[in-house]
């Protein structure tokens, strides 16, 4: 069984305004569907953002997960500039929310307003901030001391992966896939899903 799920505030998930969007309150969210859905053991799936709220799930709540394939997950706290959450933090929530999130949306070019369109303004600026401060402990420290099978996925088009080497000396598979950007799931396909399926 697969299950795809939005993050609060994000995709058809509901938007509630009183929620923190933290890295923790995601996580908590995802352990939530999947008590809910009564499965435990799960290998979890985790692009960009995702992919650090995966990692503090696996943290809080060790029995839900068995394996981790994270692509391009952010593994640490204050991202530079370039980086969209970083551009998005830079705004008042309101200020944001009141007109930073139309002015995003026309600088990051189609594809990525084509998603980040899909997102309430305050829970993408909540969830940005909240990405930008990181966990406690942050996000690369607790993926290097999981016991779980770990796999990352780095674009090649993205550059070097910061720590590939700590990453790798604490069993985590780092593969670099060809062709791909951020977005390796989209760019290159089918190293992806032989990643995911654990051939890759």
């Known amino acids: 069984r697969s299950l795809f799920v939005d ?7 509901d938007r509630p305004q009183d929620f923190g969007y933290t890295l923790e309150d995601h996580a908590d969210a995802v352990a939530v569907a999947l008590d809910a859905a009564r499965i435990a053991g799960a290998e979890l799936i985790g692009h960009s953002m995702g992919g650090a709220v995966a990692i503090v799930l696996a943290h809080r709540r060790p029995d839900l997960v068995s394996r981790l394939v994270l692509t391009e997950a952010n593994l640490d706290a204050c991202p530079p500039p370039t980086a969209g959450s ?8 309101d200020e944001f929310v009141a007109g930073g999130h139309a002015r995003v949306l026309e600088a990051v070019g189609p594809l990525w307003a084509a998603t980040m369109r899909l997102a309430d303004p305050r829970a993408l600026y909540r969830s940005a901030v909240g990405l930008r401060k990181g966990s406690d402990p942050v996000m690369r420290t607790v993926l290097e001391g999981l016991p779980v099978d770990r796999v990352f996925l780095q674009g090649e088009h993205s550059g070097e992966l910061v720590g590939r080497e700590s990453l ?4 985590v598979r780092v593969v670099t896939v060809p ?13 992806f899903v ?6 890759g």
């Open 179 to 191: 062709g791909a950007g951020h977005n390796v799931m989209f760019d290159n396909p089918d190293a």
């Open 86 to 93: 970083s551009g998005i933090a830079a705004y008042g929530e």
């Open 7 to 13: 993050l609060p505030g994000h995709g058809t998930s």
């Open 168 to 171: 790798q000396a604490a069993g």
């Open 194 to 199: 032989a990643a995911v399926a654990g051939a």
